[in-house]
């Protein structure tokens, strides 16, 4: 049957750090972070490919509507934005460029630091959990009104427009 045993660290730590308990409260919260920036990541994709069919079906449609096209324009434009504030710029990561420091860097900094550490966070790893949290909230603010206010509004001036179906639309 089953054997319990007590795990011990083999050797104390070199500088005094944060209790195991601690740390594993903080890998937690880390962990929790990353899976809301997966959450947000995905959700912005799925609304970024429906504004995406929305520019196809607008370029198909008959009589072109530019007011609806700019609108669209628009909304994939700042979708873009959010899509490189949350994963970074995928250009500067493949030239190894410098630029604004995206929240899955801040949050994998955190946690692939901290991670293997007998230390735990220094006062650097939290502020940039804090920093990539407030920046998660605001992103996921921000797409929050995208995807209940500013696209179900375009999609329903599409519909007055007689402009094709796109996936999303009721």
């Known amino acids: 049957g089953p054997v319990s045993f007590e795990v011990v660290r083999l050797r104390e730590r070199g ?23 997966s959450a947000l990541g995905a959700s912005l994709d799925e609304t970024a490919a429906r504004v995406e069919a929305i520019l ?5 449609a008959d009589g072109g509507r530019p007011e609806l096209h700019t609108e669209a324009v628009s909304l994939k434009k700042d979708l873009a934005d959010m899509q490189e504030r949350l994963r970074g710029d995928p250009r500067r990561r493949r030239m190894k460029a ?8 801040r949050l994998g900094f955190g946690q692939g630091s901290v991670r293997g550490s007998t230390y735990g966070p220094t006062k650097m790893h939290r502020e940039q ?27 329903a001036r599409l519909d007055e427009a007689g402009v094709p179906w796109t996936t999303g639309r009721g």
């Not at 601690?22 to 990353?34: G, I, K, W």
């Not at 410098?98 to 860097?105: E, R």
């Not at 959990?129 to 999609?155: C, F, H, K, N, Y």
């Open 15 to 37: 500088l005094p750090g944060m209790s195991d308990a601690d740390l594993a409260v903080f890998l937690r919260e880390m962990s929790d972070l990353q899976r809301e920036s």
């Open 56 to 60: 196809v079906a607008l370029a198909r």
């Open 98 to 105: 410098g630029g604004p420091v995206s929240v899955n860097d």
């Open 129 to 155: 959990l804090e920093i990539g949290r407030r920046d998660l909230t605001e992103l996921q603010s921000e797409l929050e009104t995208v995807r209940t206010t500013d696209l179900p509004a375009l999609e």
